[in-house]
Nanobody
Framework: QVQLVESGGGLVQAGGSLRLSCAAS????????MAWFRQNPGQERDFVAA????????FYADSVKGRFTISRDNAKNTVYLQMNSLKPEDTAVYYC???????????????????WGQGTQVTVSS
């Protein structure tokens, strides 16, 4: 069973940057697809970005394309989300998610990821 621990959230002004990290343990990290989702109270968990187990492909929500970058370091068992040009509407709890490679399902739905971290709060002030 994979354990995921997010870090790096906080309060930032609009236009600023943050880098989220998600450290994985308990599995062979390099065989897992990784993703970031975000959620506000009373709303569904929304897709932000994903990266294939090999790192060969990345996927982004339209709302973050050109501003956010997902990457991974398999030697450190860590996936990152670099967030630039932050907007107040980026405010949410950000969750790291994982699934084994070749898992059936899309990259974009929270229902297709069986493993989750505890989340880290990102607040962007205007």
């Amino acid at each position: 069973q994979v354990q995921l621990v997010e870090s790096g959230g906080g309060l930032v002004q609009a236009g600023g940057s943050l880098r989220l990290s998600c450290a994985a343990s308990g599995v062979t990290f390099s065989t897992y697809d990784m993703a970031w989702f975000r959620q506000n109270p009373g709303q569904e968990r929304d897709f932000v970005a994903a990266i294939r187990w090999s790192g060969s492909s990345t996927f982004y929500a339209d709302s973050v394309k050109g501003r956010f970058t997902i990457s991974r370091d398999n030697a450190k068992n860590t996936v990152y989300l670099q967030m630039n040009s932050l907007k107040p509407e980026d405010t949410a709890v950000y969750y790291c998610a994982a699934r084994p490679r070749y898992y059936s399902g899309t990259y974009y739905s929270f229902r297709d990821y069986p493993s989750w971290g505890q989340g880290t709060q990102v607040t962007v002030s205007s």
